[in-house]
């Protein structure tokens, strides 16, 4: 949805500090010193990841490259260059200056180019966000909040003098400056923390961790062997009970009239328990003690249920389930948590148990085999189909949590590699989860290395709390400094300055030349562009 009320009347409520103005200040709209330019809507048909001029859309403006090129026929008007300022008109509306080279400009993004020369274009650049965040608090939207370039233009710029601008600029660039040098440390910090988490893990799966518990509790560890023999007895015994269950199911089908599907056999576990060159070599080294299987001989493997609003049931049941967005790397995020109907009869089959390890279908590439440790957080709980669960033999919290641990770490390439890419999604199916390599470690040392991963992601975390709060007082700085500038308070008022009534008349003066026709100062001393510098292709789309 648009903004229901103007820019003028969000400043006239005075509930955006950051929008305020000094006294001796005047306030200026933006199209009376510069204009703004929407993009093009290029057709897709024309995009291509390598040829043709970089497009930039709202997912690219604050960065350097572009997702996309456009190599069919456009104007010279959607060319942009480096440092051009950008608006993002859709989700957050944020402006940017852009990095890269010549580029084009897509639909939902907007170029502004200053006009006048009695604004600092810096200065109108630092003015822009606050009024931005400002618009997008007060609209209101369904999905996605969209921005109209009609509101750009309407933004009331607070409007100093000429000096004063550049004095503020300069003021708050060199307090930026020395907050972003702190930001890049903690930010330095960040990743660093990350690069040890990892090693960590990596620590942990090359039995490094426990070497010295595993050397004193050696004689107290079950070997490979034994270890394996204990999963397939839990495994058959699983699977006979079953079976029965399923036969009587059929009995209970048959009695009834045969209404409906026939309950369907269960699936034995098919096992391919070799493992060929190029999987293994991506596999760290291990201690003696330990051994490669495949996720199927140590977990059952199962898929979840689709949303479907057409379904026809007979005995419904309202359900919630867990969908990609629930199930991070290393965590669940249970804010919000959505519900499905499917048949009462199908809740024992889809239904969460305690200490399941979830996996990612897909989505995003990074997305593949993601996931953490169901602990019956919502009783009862599915899965929708784009999210697997792997229900442990021998299940335990310890046994669980290594198992996604080793996911979440090594499981990345291993995923990458097996997941099928299509346009715009990546994804793995049951059969390539169900043959991932993982380790079986005794399981008492199980326990002992997740005691101590743990323990050392517990003080990990300890130190990125702090780096968040610390980069969260940075940006209250941040926000201070500009409420300071904008309130008139950031530098020294110079009474030599030209009143701003008079910078007003001028800007005014110049709108009535270029209304007549006669170009401003500005206008003058900017060349345009000319065929020769636009693209072979260019041609006008009016």
Same mark, same amino acid.
């Given at each position: 949805?648009?903004?229901?009320?103007?820019?003028?009347?969000?400043?006239?409520?005075?509930?955006?500090?950051?929008?305020?103005?000094?006294?001796?200040?005047?306030?200026?709209?933006?199209?009376?010193?510069?204009?703004?330019?929407?993009?093009?809507?290029?057709?897709?048909?024309?995009?291509?990841?390598?040829? !043709?001029?970089?497009?930039?859309?709202?997912?690219?403006?604050?960065?350097?490259?572009?997702?996309?090129?456009?190599?069919?026929?456009?104007? !010279?008007?959607?060319?942009?260059?480096? !440092?051009?300022?950008?608006?993002?008109?859709?989700?957050?509306?944020?402006?940017?200056?852009?990095?890269?080279?010549?580029?084009?400009?897509?639909?939902?993004?907007?170029?502004?180019?200053?006009?006048?020369?009695?604004?600092?274009?810096?200065?109108?650049?630092?003015?822009?966000? =606050?009024?931005?965040?400002?618009?997008?608090?007060?609209?209101?939207?369904?999905?996605?909040?969209?921005?109209?370039?009609?509101?750009?233009?309407?933004?009331?710029?607070?409007? =100093?003098?000429?000096?004063?601008?550049?004095?503020?600029?300069?003021?708050?660039?060199?307090?930026?400056?020395?907050?972003?040098?702190?930001?890049?440390?903690?930010?330095?910090?960040?990743?660093?923390?990350?690069?040890?988490?990892?090693?960590?893990?990596?620590?942990?799966?090359?039995?490094?961790?426990?070497?010295?518990?595993?050397?004193?509790?050696?004689?107290?560890?079950?070997?490979?062997?034994?270890?394996?023999?204990?999963?397939?007895?839990?495994?058959?015994?699983?699977?006979?009970?079953?079976?029965?269950?399923?036969?009587?199911?059929?009995?209970?089908?048959?009695?009834? !009239?045969?209404?409906?599907?026939?309950?369907?056999?269960?699936?034995?576990?098919?096992?391919?328990?070799?493992?060929?060159?190029?999987?293994?070599?991506?596999?760290?080294?291990?201690?003696?003690?330990?051994?490669?299987?495949?996720?199927?001989?140590?977990?059952?493997?199962?898929?979840?249920?689709?949303?479907?609003?057409?379904?026809?049931?007979?005995?419904?049941?309202?359900?919630?389930?867990?969908?990609?967005?629930?199930?991070?790397?290393?965590?669940?995020?249970?804010?919000?948590?959505?519900?499905?109907?499917?048949?009462?009869?199908?809740?024992?089959?889809?239904?969460?148990?305690?200490?399941?390890?979830?996996?990612?279908?897909?989505?995003?590439?990074?997305?593949?085999?993601?996931?953490?440790?169901?602990?019956?957080?919502?009783?009862?709980?599915?899965?929708?189909?784009?999210?697997?669960?792997?229900?442990?033999?021998?299940?335990?919290?310890?046994?669980?949590?290594?198992?996604?641990?080793?996911?979440?770490?090594?499981?990345?390439?291993?995923?990458?590699?097996?997941?099928?890419?299509?346009?715009?999604?990546?994804?793995?199916?049951?059969?390539?989860?169900?043959?991932?390599?993982?380790?079986?470690?005794?399981?008492?040392?199980?326990?002992?290395?997740?005691?101590?991963?743990?323990?050392?992601?517990?003080?990990?975390?300890?130190?990125?709390?702090?780096?968040?709060?610390?980069?969260?007082?940075?940006?209250?700085?941040?926000?201070?400094?500009?409420?300071?500038?904008?309130?008139?308070?950031?530098?020294?008022?110079?009474?030599?300055?030209?009143?701003?009534?008079?910078?007003?008349?001028?800007?005014?003066?110049?709108?009535?030349?270029?209304?007549?026709?006669?170009?401003?100062?500005?206008?003058?001393?900017?060349?345009?562009?000319?065929?020769?510098?636009? =693209?072979?292709?260019?041609?006008?789309?009016?």
């Amino acid at each position: 949805m648009s903004l229901g009320v103007t820019p003028q009347e969000i400043v006239a409520k005075g509930t955006h500090p950051l929008l305020a103005t000094a006294d001796h200040w005047q306030r200026v709209l933006l199209s009376d010193v510069a204009h703004v330019q929407n993009g093009f809507a290029f057709k897709s048909a024309y995009f291509h990841p390598d040829d !043709g001029v970089p497009l930039v859309r709202i997912r690219d403006i604050a960065n350097k490259e572009t997702e996309h090129r456009y190599f069919g026929d456009f104007d !010279g008007r959607y060319l942009i260059a480096r !440092g051009d300022i950008l608006i993002g008109m859709d989700g957050d509306f944020a402006v940017s200056r852009w990095k890269g080279g010549q580029a084009l400009l897509n639909q939902r993004v907007c170029k502004i180019t200053l006009t006048s020369d009695w604004f600092d274009e810096r200065f109108l650049f630092l003015c822009l966000q =606050p009024f931005l965040n400002a618009i997008n608090a007060e609209t209101s939207s369904v999905t996605v909040k969209h921005l109209s370039s009609r509101t750009v233009e309407e933004i009331p710029l607070p409007l =100093p003098p000429m000096s004063e601008q550049r004095r503020i600029v300069a003021k708050i660039e060199e307090l930026f400056s020395e907050l972003d040098k702190g930001i890049e440390s903690l930010n330095t910090a960040r990743r660093q923390l990350e690069v040890y988490r990892q090693s960590v893990l990596k620590h942990a799966f090359e039995g490094k961790l426990t070497a010295q518990w595993r050397e004193e509790n050696r004689d107290k560890l079950e070997t490979p062997k034994e270890l394996l023999a204990r999963v397939k007895k839990v495994r058959a015994a699983r699977y006979e009970q079953q079976l029965q269950e399923w036969e009587r199911a059929v009995k209970t089908w048959e009695a009834e !009239g045969k209404h409906g599907k026939r309950p369907p056999k269960p699936g034995g576990v098919r096992l391919q328990t070799e493992m060929p060159s190029d999987e293994v070599e991506w596999l760290p080294s291990i201690p003696k003690g330990w051994c490669f299987v495949r996720l199927c001989q140590v977990a059952e493997v199962g898929s979840g249920m689709s949303v479907s609003a057409t379904r026809k049931l007979e005995d419904s049941l309202k359900v919630p389930y867990l969908r990609v967005a629930n199930v991070q790397r290393g965590f669940l995020d249970l804010t919000e948590v959505k519900h499905m109907t499917i048949e009462r009869s199908q809740l024992e089959s889809l239904q969460l148990k305690q200490w399941d390890v979830l996996f990612n279908e897909g989505g995003d590439r990074d997305k593949l085999g993601r996931g953490w440790i169901w602990r019956s957080e919502i009783t009862p709980c599915i899965t929708q189909n784009h999210v697997f669960r792997a229900s442990p033999y021998l299940a335990s919290e310890f046994n669980s949590k290594l198992l996604s641990f080793w996911a979440n770490a090594f499981g990345r390439r291993y995923f990458d590699k097996a997941g099928k890419q299509t346009t715009n999604l990546a994804s793995i199916n049951k059969t390539v989860l169900s043959q991932f390599p993982v380790p079986l470690i005794p399981y008492a040392e199980q326990e002992e290395i997740c005691t101590q991963i743990d323990r050392s992601m517990m003080s990990l975390d300890a130190q990125e709390e702090e780096i968040d709060r610390a980069l969260g007082m940075a940006d209250l700085l941040r926000q201070s400094i500009l409420k300071k500038a904008f309130a008139g308070q950031l530098v020294p008022q110079d009474p030599h300055d030209e009143p701003t009534s008079i910078l007003l008349e001028k800007i005014r003066l110049d709108r009535e030349k270029a209304g007549r026709g006669a170009p401003t100062a500005r206008r003058k001393g900017r060349r345009s562009l000319s065929n020769e510098h636009r =693209p072979h292709r260019a041609v006008n789309l009016d």
